[in-house]
């Protein structure tokens, strides 16, 4: 059974806080710290990393549970919380399923219950973790990083500048796909007139135009001319 090595628990009954301990600690789950404000949360969760959190509705304090793991999920957003509460009415649901939980538990509960929770929602939270390590691994094969200024995504064909797409006519986006795709090697005339124009007869100056024209664009893109040659896009 797959378990989160430490985990916070939120809970303003030093009852249900023991009881909840016992059961992580039959789990093998003794990274277990134990709160029952949010004021004693937000500074703890600034040094420590959990990888799970079982979080009371109500708590001693100005704050319930809902309105600290808000807070909680803005600046840790990977932090999964199972809820807890003995009495839960339809709007107070409402308001907890907006924070998409992990889980939630209803008071009076099974050891059965928790650690079945746990796992389930442990589940959730390592499959996610490595669907966002796959698409940032993705990410980064698809992305070519020109410059500070400048992203090209070879998927989308799609040239950024400041992290917003530039809008390019089809000649143009061509060019750019195939410098990019080439990046710091020369591209003669002769391969990109083949990949903007196929196979029509079409003159070294149409291409100097259409080069001169995306410079008008975009001025600081780094394409570097070689006379007699072609064209190189540089990339830092």
Not at 86 to 114: I, M, Q, R, W
Request: net charge neutral; hydrophobic share 40%.
């Amino acid at each position: 059974m797959q378990l989160p090595s430490n985990i916070l628990i939120v809970e303003d009954e030093v009852i249900t806080q023991r009881y909840l301990k016992d059961i992580l600690a039959h789990n093998n789950i003794k990274n277990v710290e134990c709160y029952d404000n949010a004021e004693d949360v937000l500074k703890c969760i600034k040094a420590t990393r959990y990888e799970m959190i079982l979080m009371d509705i109500n708590l001693k304090g100005a704050m319930d549970g809902i309105q600290l793991a808000k807070i909680i999920l803005d600046t840790h957003i990977n932090i999964p919380i199972i809820f807890i509460t003995a009495h839960c009415d339809d709007e107070t649901f409402e308001e907890v399923l907006e924070l998409s939980p992990y889980g939630f538990v209803s008071k009076p509960f099974s050891a059965k219950d928790v650690a079945l929770t746990l796992q389930l929602a442990y589940r959730r939270y390592c499959v996610q973790e490595e669907m966002l390590k796959y698409k940032e691994v993705v990410k980064n094969i698809d992305t070519i990083t020109i410059n500070e200024q400048y992203k090209y995504s070879k998927t989308m064909m799609t040239l950024y500048c400041d992290n917003q797409p530039v809008k390019l006519k089809k000649k143009h986006i061509l060019l750019v796909d195939t410098l990019c795709k080439m990046h710091n090697k020369t591209v003669s005339f002769e391969i990109l007139i083949h990949k903007i124009w196929g196979d029509k007869i079409i003159a070294d100056s149409a291409l100097r135009t259409l080069i001169y024209s995306l410079r008008q664009i975009l001025p600081d893109f780094p394409i570097v001319s070689y006379s007699k040659i072609g064209y190189c896009l540089k990339v830092e």
